[in-house]
């Protein structure tokens, strides 16, 4: 694309990466559902996918500039979803550290989604999430109309990592794309062993709360943050779809 600065390339190219990858690892809704990543500089504006491809269709030039209602920014033969932005815009607005959002349909996700709890701490997997996930209650479709359940489902985030949204699914902020994605390939995965565990039928073994503490340390602690994993899914994407970066 012409006048696109470097940095701004390098933020098209790896949020078209998660776009990818979600639709590698079956983390999509067809057409809905969004990734978004702030773009740099004090005018609120934001990458989202286009409104109508799939995900495995997007690359880096087909991502849409908009601001924060939304709205492009940009000239695009595609339309954008304003209400289905509403959720983004709400937490880039209020969240400094939020550069990206990542928001999923997914089955696993929806089922927790459905419980009238949080991610349970019976696994090691999940017990990363302990305490940083917030829970908030279903009020309909997500529309822009509503500005006030904005202040709401920011409230319920608060300073957390990832968001259970009530009979909907999940969402996952990020300082990077790279981070956000870790969050929501493991929340997706913390939610798969949950509703395992809860089908067996059997009691569950819940760790006692010192070694949940300590694990939940030790996670917070790692200094790599996933910034392998990351690598290594970008190095999957060159070999087998290098259009991404188109």
């Not at 990466?17 to 969004?34: E, Q, S």
């Not at 004090?42 to 690359?59: A, K, Q, S």
């Not at 983004?88 to 607005?93: D, G, I, L, M, T």
Request: charged content about 20%.
């Amino acid at each position: 694309m012409p006048n696109i600065s470097s940095t701004e390339q390098t933020l098209r190219e790896d949020l078209a990466a998660a776009y990818r990858l979600m639709a590698h690892f079956n983390m999509t809704d067809l057409v809905y559902t969004h990734l978004s990543m702030r773009l740099p500089g004090d005018d609120h504006r934001f990458l989202v996918n286009p409104y109508g491809l799939l995900f495995e269709e997007i690359t880096a030039s087909s991502l849409v500039v908009v601001d924060a209602d939304g709205q492009p920014k940009q000239e695009t033969s595609w339309p954008v979803n304003p209400a289905g932005f509403v959720i983004h815009s709400a937490v880039h607005r209020s969240r400094p550290d939020a550069a990206c959002v990542m928001h999923t349909h997914t089955v696993p996700g929806m089922v927790v989604a459905a419980q009238d709890t949080n991610i349970l701490p019976l696994n090691q997997i999940n017990i990363e999430f302990y305490g940083s996930v917030g829970f908030h209650p279903y009020e309909g479709i997500a529309a822009d109309d509503n500005l006030s359940e904005r202040e709401r489902l920011v409230r319920d985030l608060g300073i957390n990592s990832a968001l259970i949204l009530q009979n909907h699914g999940l969402l996952t902020v990020g300082e990077t794309v790279a981070r956000a994605f870790y969050r929501m390939y493991y929340l997706e995965q913390a939610c798969r062993i949950q509703i395992a565990a809860q089908a067996t039928g059997v009691p569950l073994y819940t760790p006692s709360e010192d070694k949940i503490l300590r694990t939940k340390k030790q996670f917070d602690e790692d200094p790599d943050q996933g910034r392998m994993i990351w690598a290594a899914l970008k190095r999957k994407l060159d070999r087998e779809q290098p259009d991404y970066k188109m």
